[in-house]
């Protein structure tokens, strides 16, 4: 415990690694967790959500919150109006702009002012690579933003077993996602590989499902499965994909590298920051070159020593680190705030 400072851990959703900053921030400080909109947006809801928050915020030094949305200006604003210092994680949904793939809060000129806002009145804010930083140096000033990239716990990660010809893909196959990922071209390439297992892991609607079974019949989409799950499934896959048009970080991307599968990726976003040559890349929707890609991996499957290079870049207590010195940095500019303002009032 660091000198009894307290956090008000603010979450809209209980992802792993929304959960791991949780515990190393339980793990040094006093903290308390806020959910928001974990019984939906309604009014009502809404509502609730907001004295919740009010209510930890007048209890906390530090509002730590996840992305930059709605909630997040409700903090960053009573946090300015009660003198309690603010973080922000940005996730990169945050400043994409993606008007073709309805995809961002770049490209509504409500969300736009919202986010611009938030940038404004948080004390720091932590977007989760280098992509994403330059993409917020047109809405945010450059001191207050700091890269900390996300981190993996390698004592949860399964023994990586007998590696089979499975190749796996992670992404929403929603009307909203599946083009944003690449899901499209991947279940097309499925029809054209024989001898390998493809499975898509991720939330699925019934529509989008019928729309991409027409391109293959021989791709097992097996839905959103607890993550424990996607690890055991990705220790045996020998190649994961992913195909998107743009990551902001891929997660799953690290964890599939850090279980030894051969990974091929478009060169978007973020994607070359964290595995810089350790990828495989291919062109965003080019079918042919996927196809040959993935059937090259799967032929000459070897391990690479990207495993270490992704424990010493990404591990937990790398984010841990940085995280404690930015916290302790605001707690002493917030001690000397309240100096001066003693000063002042005598």
């Known amino acids: ?10 979450r809209p959703s209980k992802a792993p690694f929304i959960e791991r900053d949780l515990e190393i921030l339980m793990k040094n400080y006093e903290t308390k967790t806020c959910d928001i909109f974990e019984r939906g947006r309604g009014i009502y809801n809404s509502v609730k959500a907001f004295l919740r928050l009010a209510k930890g915020i007048i209890w906390c030094d ?3 919150c996840w992305f930059a949305d709605i909630y997040t200006l409700w903090a960053v604003r009573l946090c300015r109006l009660l ?36 940038f404004y009145l948080a004390d720091k804010l932590l977007p989760v690579s280098e992509f994403i930083k330059n993409e917020m140096l047109e809405y945010a000033t450059a001191d207050k933003i700091e890269v900390v990239h996300l981190a993996i716990d390698f004592s949860r990660l399964p023994q990586v ?19 944003l990922k690449g899901i499209d071209t991947f279940v ?36 959103s499965i607890p993550h424990d799950e996607v690890l055991k499934l990705l220790s045996k896959t020998k190649v ?18 850090a279980l030894n599968c051969e990974i091929i990726a478009t060169r978007t976003g973020a994607i070359p920051e964290i595995l810089g040559d350790y990828a495989h890349y291919v062109p965003y929707g080019d079918v042919n070159a996927t196809c040959d890609m993935i059937e090259r ?8 020593d990207i495993q270490n290079i992704v424990r010493d870049r990404f591990s937990v207590e790398r984010r841990e680190s940085a995280l404690g010195r930015i916290i302790d940095s605001l707690i002493q500019h917030m001690n000397h705030d309240n100096k001066l303002i003693a000063t002042n009032k005598g």
């Open 297 to 304: 991996c799967l032929t000459s499957y070897a391990k690479s």
């Open 1 to 10: 415990m660091n000198n009894g400072l307290r956090i008000l851990f603010v």
């Open 161 to 179: 077993s007998n590696k089979e010809n499975i190749v796996v893909t992670i992404g929403g196959v929603t009307e909203e996602k599946y083009r």
């Open 83 to 118: 003198g309690k210092k603010s973080i922000v994680v940005v996730g990169g949904y945050e400043t994409a702009y993606l008007p073709d793939f309805n995809y961002g809060l770049m490209k509504n000129e409500k969300t736009r002012k919202m986010v611009r806002r938030i």
């Open 62 to 64: 530090i509002a730590y």
């Open 188 to 223: 097309k390439c499925a029809e054209r590989i024989k001898g390998a297992r493809f499975v898509v892991v991720g939330e699925t609607d019934r529509k989008t499902l019928d729309k991409l079974k027409m391109f293959s019949q021989r791709v097992e989409f097996i839905g």
């Open 240 to 257: 994961y994909c992913q195909l998107s048009i743009r990551e902001s970080f891929g997660m799953a991307l690290l964890e599939a590298s």
